[in-house]
């Protein structure tokens, strides 16, 4: 069941000398997406995401974390139940590692020893050995080091919720790349809802479930990556997209994505006459043969059956058909249809079911 | 210098360059010490008593008022530009003009020095803690800390060391101005400086403003000691 855990109701952010930051935006975070907030900076994405935890207070409108109005919480308990992690880190510089870690849970009253073991856990979450991190000083620590320490604080109390603020933006190229994919890791096993800030496309693309593109305090398109690639809202989100979408396109899409679900089959254990009668029902000269589950067995053409009255599909079948996954890359699945010289290929999924077919054409209108 | 110049002088004799003279003015000053051993260190220990009650009295005020204005940052320039104008009153004319309100003794003489000491404690206090990255005070607020305990987990522990630098500098100062106090009949070294001068007694003098710098000179180095212990690891670099 889709839950819906954080709700925008026409939330507007007038600041004293009259800026509107936030101009009436209106949306829905399900449990345990992760929505990317990207835009140029002044364009009122960060203010979005602290109207959440209260850093700021919204001028109009009500927002929801649980079906519960954030106003009408205690703003404490509010953003201990949030995580909050931001560019520059902020690390608490007269406390180790582990004290930084450790302070949300000490401060809502964990025992030494629960606290302790938490954050051993984290910093091998994070990818730092506790052995050697656990006692260093924040001002002992590079600058990836010290947001990994920024994530795993955020992470402490195990908040449901995770806010983050350009989180790598303050890093170089490579080290952001890294972290980027270790984040990636890291969200598929802890199954948080993150709202994650970010003035880089590339990286909102490559993080998100969801886009939600910002302008002038509004939120022009709020759709997932492939969408905000392929049918940008305008030409705003375009250029913020940049050239090269059919490259990114690639890089993020999956099989299943392209492929044309609900091919025409047949049982294995079909008789000839039936099979000739399919594909003349069909008109189709060939047909993929599935088992009794659906597993995909292989290929009957409609020539490998001329002359044939007697036996079933089976026995005339062509076997050594190369299939790929659902979830299998783009870039490897063309690769292999380029050398093998063919024009389609099956899609299966983990259990060797067949969930339709990739072809050359497909891929041709999907990237233009 | 003839020596007829100098002949009861024992600063004057230290200074003249011969080792006899230098003797007689050296024995002569020591010979205080040795005769009125229980009045030095009886004015020794009053004069420490001031000014670590002045100093811890004034480290409560300051402290809190520094904090206070961090919160009320409007109130900032105001209070610092007060305490600064405090400081610039001389410190015969703070006593004087506190005679007629609380008489002479000890009282006058606390408050002067709590006074004195605000500008050290307030502008270091508020220093120190408006100086702590925006970054740690939004990483703080975010998540989830109470005003009262950002301060006390966050501001007061990093501020510390500004904190005591402005302690040290106030206990210094009050060490000195204490001296004047035994003017208004605070006791005291410097009861002994002014006795000293008012019947011409270069020794009296000297009982009363050795001791005085060696306090100043030794207090100083023991807020460098103790800095330097209640500095928090992380911020030693």
């Known amino acids: ?368 | 210098m003839s020596e007829r110049d100098c002949d009861h002088d024992p600063v004057c004799l230290l200074f003249c360059l011969r080792p006899k003279d230098f003797e007689r003015g050296f024995l002569s000053i020591l010979n205080y010490f040795i005769n009125n051993p229980n009045l030095i260190l009886k004015l020794t220990l009053e004069h420490i008593k001031i000014t670590v009650i002045a100093v811890s009295i004034s480290t409560l005020i300051g402290v809190a008022i520094g904090i206070l204005i961090t919160r009320y940052k409007r109130a900032a320039t105001p209070v610092i530009g007060i305490a600064g104008i405090i400081y610039t009153i001389p410190s015969l004319a703070l006593f004087g003009m506190l005679i007629p309100f609380i008489g002479i003794g000890i009282k006058p003489a606390l408050i002067a020095l709590i006074l004195y000491s605000q500008l050290a404690m307030i502008r270091n206090t508020f220093i120190g803690i408006v100086h702590i990255d925006a970054a740690i005070r939004e990483a703080g607020k975010g998540m989830g800390m109470s005003n009262w305990q950002f301060l006390r987990v966050v501001e007061l522990p990093v501020a510390l060391p500004v904190i005591m630098a402005g302690i040290r500098t106030a206990a210094v100062m009050n060490i000195g101005t204490a001296t004047i106090a035994a003017y208004i009949g605070a006791g005291g070294l410097g009861w002994l400086i002014f006795r000293g001068i008012a019947s011409v007694n270069t020794e009296q003098i000297i009982a009363g403003a050795l001791p005085v710098t060696l306090l100043a000179i030794g207090v100083d180095y023991l807020f460098v000691l103790m800095e330097r212990v209640l500095t928090p690891a992380g911020l030693r670099h």
């Open chain 1, 1 to 368: 069941m889709i839950n819906i855990i954080i709700k925008f109701d026409k939330v507007s952010k007038i600041f004293p000398d009259g800026t509107k930051a936030v101009d009436d935006v209106s949306f829905e975070i399900q449990e345990g997406e992760c929505v990317t907030f990207v835009g140029p900076s002044g364009c009122g994405k960060t203010t979005t995401v602290k109207l959440l935890n209260r850093l700021v207070e919204p001028t109009h409108g009500a927002i929801y974390l649980n079906r519960e109005n954030t106003a009408k919480v205690d703003v404490i308990a509010l953003r201990r139940g949030i995580g909050y992690v931001i560019q520059d880190v902020g690390l608490f510089p007269h406390m180790t590692v582990a004290q930084n870690i450790s302070l949300v849970p000490r401060l809502i009253g964990w025992s030494t020893v629960d606290r302790e073991k938490r954050t051993d856990e984290l910093l091998n979450l994070v990818g730092l050995e506790p052995l050697a991190f656990r006692s260093r000083y924040p001002h002992q620590l590079s600058g990836g080091q010290r947001q990994r320490v920024g994530v795993a604080r955020g992470l402490a109390a195990d908040p449901p919720v995770i806010l983050m603020d350009e989180p790598f933006g303050a890093l170089d190229p490579i080290t952001r790349a890294q972290l980027q994919d270790e984040f990636l890791r890291l969200r598929a096993r802890l199954k948080k809802t993150i709202l994650f800030v970010t003035h880089d496309m590339d990286e909102a693309i490559k993080v998100g479930d969801r886009i939600a593109v910002m302008r002038s305090g509004r939120i022009v398109q709020f759709d997932p990556p492939i969408k905000i690639l392929r049918e940008p809202a305008d030409r705003f989100v375009k250029d913020l997209v940049g050239k090269e979408s059919g490259l990114k396109l690639m890089k993020l899409a999956k099989v299943s994505d392209i492929m044309v679900p609900g091919v025409d089959q047949i049982l294995e254990g079909s008789s000839v006459l039936e099979t000739k009668r399919l594909m003349a029902e069909k008109r189709s000269d060939i047909l993929l043969v599935v088992g009794d589950q659906g597993t995909f067995r292989g290929v009957i053409r409609f020539e490998q059956l001329n002359h044939k009255e007697e036996g079933t599909v089976e026995d005339l079948m062509d076997r050594d058909i190369p299939t790929v996954r659902d979830n299998g890359e783009i870039r490897p699945t063309l690769e292999m249809m380029l050398k093998g010289k063919r024009l389609w290929l099956p899609v299966v999924d983990e259990e060797k079911c067949l969930k339709g077919i990739v072809t050359m054409t497909q891929f041709a209108s999907f990237f233009v």
